[in-house]
């Protein structure tokens, strides 16, 4: 079966830091774009950071710039490293992968992936 795992969340303090993983089964990331995704309660899922199939080229939405890191092995794992959370970063994250038909930004911006992982919870709160 092909299936994208995420793992790698929990609950943080504001300014501490996370890293997520996302791991390919399956199938061959390789030919792939990568984006990380979060969704918070009442509000739309948003792109958040996104990765080329050759990992040269990134997309980062401007509320995490600076702060979050996204990469890659090309067959099977990606990772967003989450530094300085902030409360407003909490919500469900989600790994996605596509066909490298769309720009980097192009995936983030407009959701459309081939492929979703189940989810993990992200909670920043003191």
């Known amino acids: 079966q092909l299936q994208l795992v995420e793992s790698g969340g929990g609950l943080v303090q504001p300014g501490g830091s996370l890293r997520l993983s996302c791991a390919a089964s399956?199938?061959?990331?390789?030919?792939?774009?990568i984006g990380w995704f979060r969704q918070a309660p009442g509000k739309e899922r948003e792109g958040v950071a996104c990765?080329?199939?050759?990992?040269?080229?990134t997309y980062y939405t401007d509320s995490v710039k600076g702060r979050f890191t996204i990469s890659r092995d090309n067959a099977k794992n990606t990772y967003l490293q989450m530094n300085s959370l902030k409360p407003e970063d909490t919500g469900v994250y989600y790994c996605?992968?596509?066909?490298?038909?769309?720009?980097?930004?192009?995936?983030?911006?407009?959701?459309?992936?081939?492929?979703w992982g189940q989810g993990t919870q992200v909670s920043v709160s003191s």
């Open positions: 996605a992968a596509e066909r490298s038909l769309l720009s980097v930004q192009g995936v983030c911006v407009t959701r459309k992936v081939n492929y």
């Open positions: 399956g199938f061959t990331l390789e030919f792939y774009t």
């Open positions: 990765i080329s199939r050759s990992g040269n080229t």
